[in-house]
């Protein structure tokens, strides 16, 4: 469903990410690990289109989107999660999900609700000021939100970063619950354990290019370790 083929991206004269290639199919969890400063962000950012790439493609299903603006990639069906709970912070729970909901009509308050069945908790401080929630209540909500656009694929910037231990387990759980519903999930991780467990492929960027790669599992969590001297 979405595939990048020798993405070159950065900023100004500074070329971050240098030729990655990645492929997410329905269903698969593809995990980009790697240390503070190797580029994920930067990679996930040219693929969603908030950063023009320098040379390379964004293809989803087969079409080529390199060239199109990142609402245009939602309505194609692709979500952006980005790092660090992102959220309307003067706005309550519920205007944070209604601002996509509306958008999506019909389908909204369906999608509004499916979400909410993934993140329970939420429904109990939906009419709090998204601000006022903790770490781990936001970042449901934003993952929640981009639910809320109807994505075949979501691409999700450390959800677990900076989050308490008892909800990390919880947005773990939810990324494969949704995987397992067919969602393709790109997604970047620092907890190399659960990444591992969770996805079908990885890559290990370094200084903005792939150094190890291969299919996923908890077994193969020794060797990337060892690759990214952890
Ligand atoms: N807006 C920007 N302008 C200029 N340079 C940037 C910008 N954002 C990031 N960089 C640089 O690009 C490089 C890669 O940053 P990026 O945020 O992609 O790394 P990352 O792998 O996501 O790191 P982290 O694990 O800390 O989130 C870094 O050297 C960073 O300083
Ligand atoms: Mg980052």
Redesign the pocket.
Known sequence: MLRLQDVHA???R?T?VHGVDLEVGAGEVVAVL??????????LRAAVGLLPLRTGQVLLDGQDVSRTRPHQRVRRGLAYVP?GQQAFGQLTARENLRLVADVAGREGARRTAEALDLFPALREVLGRRAGLLSGGQRQQLAIARALVTGPRVMVLD?PTEGIQPSVVAEIEDAVVQLAAGGLGVLL?E?HVGFALAACVRFVV?ES?RVGASGAGGAEQEGRVRAAMAL
Request: charged content about 10%.
């Open positions: 950065g900023y100004g500074t971050v790697g240390h503070n400063g190797a580029g994920k962000t930067t990679l790092q450390e970047v620092q960027l903005g």
